[in-house]
């Protein structure tokens, strides 16, 4: 069981996935999605602890080795991922399952296929299979971006369709002249041949920076971002909250490409208009939650944020840097989930007000509660797992080239989330209507508190195990940044593998 386990976090979804379509009763659905994604958390719980050795787990398909064959690699990093991925789909679909998934047909399959995007995303160590895992999760994207229906999400999902095709197109260009450049997408076959003479330098460095690019498109990387905050904002409540590690896909290639391929043979190809551009981004995210009118609108800059806060890191290069962003990825991507949940109560208590920025019914005060840990958590406070975060990011990017730049910029652009969250938060909460609503409030159930609390709970969680998680970031990034480890183990070179400490 121990030798499959890295395939479980695609099996377990994809298995559940086929039996939800052969029985399409929704209690049927309801009961075996939230078994397998029970199951995939404790999966993924075991393959973290498993991985905290700091071994290499190479799973070849059908026992063809790379390059040849399609290969798993789990690494501390990649294992993190799937939990965080299964995390999150327990809360999302117990908070779907109070009512939402029966707004349209088909949401328990394809939730359950966009896990299988997601986690495959994580685990693969072929640039071509992470184009196919990009294309299931984006495909069932489309179609839970719809759920539910309405004029706004239709807008949102064509442009996000339209986008997404493009960056698609893009994604298959690269690799062709990869392939036909390297004859290789294994990328730790492509790293081994990236440092050997005999293929045309100039090619593969076009053909990375178009991977780049379309990384940087599902990160959300300006001037490519523009799609985000609408899309997110208009998706429902449980479907925002899962598009919340969406754009960390995109940072995570990011991170992985670069450390394993292009800090060993293009080590400038990010310098200077990364950094600079993802300082554009957080200005641009920071500004857009000033004119957010929705709540939902407003998480969804707040993801675009911290987005661009992460985007500050690949170009860094620098382990203590790559270990802060990975606290941070924890954090933000934990808080911005919660963020949608909570809009999504606060919608559902104030009736025919929504989660707009205008006075309405009066919301529980555990909800009202619940906003202020997440709305202090987003703007940097403490003593939350946001306040950490940022300090962590703040005191490892201060030695960078931009660290001037960088400091001003995100504490500017965290002065401005709170004005945004603390203006906002007052109409929304406490002012009283003037009027009554257009529609009665609803209850909330007990699904919904459930799920929306579990991931609240992240932020004061997160900020007391600080020390330990802070540790595992470290001990993370110090095997990110090793890529000698990573390919030595991925080819099988037995030699070099014993002594990296590298297990097949």
């Known amino acids: 069981m121990r030798a499959h386990l890295p395939i479980l976090p695609i099996l377990i979804p ?44 190479v799973y070849a398909l059908g ?10 690699v789990v690494d501390r990093l990649a294992a993190m991922m799937t939990l965080l991925c299964a995390i999150l789909g327990v809360a999302t679909l117990l908070y779907a399952s109070a009512g939402f998934d029966e707004r349209g047909q088909h949401f328990h399959p394809l939730f359950q296929l966009q896990l299988v995007g997601l986690c495959g995303a994580f685990l693969t160590g072929d640039l071509f299979n992470l184009f196919v895992f990009f294309e299931v999760m984006l495909l069932a994207s489309y179609t839970l971006l719809a759920h539910g229906g309405g004029l706004a999400r239709t ?8 986008l997404n095709l493009i960056g698609s ?82 940072i995570v290639a990011i ?17 200077g208009w990364l950094t600079t551009l993802a300082l554009a981004t957080i200005v641009f995210a920071a500004l857009g939650a000033l004119t957010a009118d929705r709540l939902r609108a407003l998480a969804a800059w707040l993801v675009l944020l911290s987005a661009g806060s992460l985007l500050l890191v690949p170009a860094a290069t620098d382990e203590r840097v790559v270990a802060a962003a990975i606290y941070y990825l924890l954090q ?4 911005g989930a919660a963020f949608f949940l909570v809009a999504g109560l606060i919608a559902v208590q104030r009736g025919g007000c929504g989660d707009d920025f205008r006075a309405g019914p009066p919301t529980a005060t555990w909800v009202k509660l619940a906003f202020l840990v997440v709305a202090a ?32 910029v995100l504490l500017g652009a965290g002065f401005l989330v709170m004005a945004a969250l603390a203006r906002q938060g007052c109409i929304l909460l406490w002012k009283p209507p003037l009027e009554r609503a257009p529609q009665p409030a609803a209850a909330v159930t007990w699904q919904q508190a459930t799920a929306t609390l579990l991931l609240v709970a992240a932020a004061p ?23 000698g480890a990573y390919v030595a183990g991925v080819l099988g070179a037995q030699a070099a593998a014993t002594g990296n400490g590298v297990r097949r």
């Open 155 to 162: 807008r949102a999902g064509i442009s996000y369709v339209v």
């Open 169 to 250: 197109a893009l994604f298959l260009i690269a690799l062709g002249l990869l392939y036909g450049t390297l004859g290789t997408l294994n990328l730790a076959d492509m790293a081994s041949r990236l440092t050997q003479p005999g293929h045309d330098a100039a090619l593969a460095r076009i053909a990375f920076a178009l991977l780049i690019a379309v990384f940087a498109l599902k990160a959300g990387l300006l001037p490519l971002s523009f799609w985000l905050p609408p899309t997110y904002g208009a998706a429902g409540a449980p479907v925002a909250a899962l598009f919340a590690i969406m754009t960390k896909v995109g």
């Open 255 to 271: 991170l992985r490409v670069q450390a394993v391929a292009l800090a060993p043979a293009m080590p400038d190809l990010l310098t």
């Open 332 to 335: 933000s991507t934990l808080t």
């Open 63 to 72: 026992d063809w080795p790379a390059p040849y064959g399609i290969v798993l």
């Open 377 to 408: 958590s987003s703007a940097g406070l403490p003593p939350f797992a946001g306040f950490v975060g940022k300090l962590m990011l703040l005191t490892a990017l201060r030695q960078t080239a931009a660290g001037t730049a960088t400091w001003i």
């Open 461 to 483: 969680l997160l900020a007391i195990l600080a020390g330990p998680l802070s540790d595992y970031a470290q001990r993370t990034a110090g095997q990110l940044q090793a890529p």
């Open 14 to 57: 994809f298995a559940a996935a086929l039996l939800q379509m052969a029985w399409p009763r929704l209690a049927w659905q309801r009961a075996i999605g939230l078994a397998a994604t029970v199951l995939l958390l404790l999966a993924s719980a075991w393959l973290t602890a498993l991985c905290d050795d700091g071994l290499l787990r």
